[in-house]
């Protein structure tokens, strides 16, 4: 079973600051298949980034995914007040079909 | 506007069952592939179930194997979890998530329904 660990576990930041959020995979993950989720409290999570670079539809140019293999990141070039909030990176495994998330990392407000 | 609605969640004994229901709009619902997302309390989250547009391929996390039935009625634009022999730790939001065709991923989400295993 092919393990997420996101670094680091919780950030405290001011708006207009950048920020690098880690993924790491117990194993070789497709490209393809990691994407970036963001969750607000009491919302349900909003997909941000799939195929670990491309930003989904609506999403703001200031994120921006990256990586592969073990290692992807995520990057929020210029913190919004609306950016504050937990992400979860994804994958999917193909025998048979499932997906995995890491832990989260919660950005928070300084 | 596409949306997923989920209902059907409360409280339940442990042992208990529940059913839980997502109705999607705005989108065709028979074309995609569907699935059921989890978080507990102040947890992340956690793949539930899949199900495919047709009914023919269904997937479970490990730890609702053998416990857990999706299903769907695509003339009802319905997504269903079956949920036996729950446990205190089942305790959870609920989510279905629509499947993001060739993406590996999911793009729509809905609000959530809250289950609760207690006695």
């Known amino acids: 079973e092919i393990m997420l660990t996101q670094s680091p576990g919780t950030l405290s930041l001011s708006p207009g600051e950048g920020v690098t959020l880690s993924c790491r995979a117990s194993q070789s993950v497709s490209s393809s298949f990691l994407s970036w989720s963001q969750q607000k409290p009491g919302q349900a999570p909003r997909l941000l980034i799939y195929?670990?670079?491309i930003r989904a539809a609506g999403i703001p140019d200031r994120f921006s995914g990256s990586g592969s293999g073990t290692d992807f990141t995520l990057t929020i070039s210029r913190l919004e007040p609306e950016d504050f909030a937990v992400y979860y990176c994804q994958q999917y495994v193909t025998s048979p079909p499932s997906w995995t998330f890491g832990q989260g990392t919660k950005v928070e407000i300084k | 506007e596409v949306e997923l609605v989920e209902s059907g969640g409360g409280l339940v004994k442990p042992g208990g069952s529940l059913r839980l229901s997502c109705v999607g709009s705005g989108f065709s619902f028979n074309s995609y592939s569907m699935n059921w997302v989890r978080q507990a309390p102040g947890k992340g989250l956690e793949w539930v179930s899949s199900?495919?547009?047709?009914?023919?391929?269904?997937y479970y996390g490990d730890s609702v194997k053998g416990r857990f039935t999706i299903s769907r009625d695509n003339a009802k634009n319905s997504l269903y979890l079956q949920m036996n022999s729950l446990r205190a730790e089942d305790t959870a939001m609920y989510y279905c998530a629509r499947h993001y065709d060739e993406k590996y991923t999911f793009n729509v989400w809905g609000q959530g329904t809250m289950v609760t295993v207690s006695s």
């Open positions: 199900i495919s547009w047709s009914s023919v391929d269904f």
């Open positions: 195929g670990a670079s």
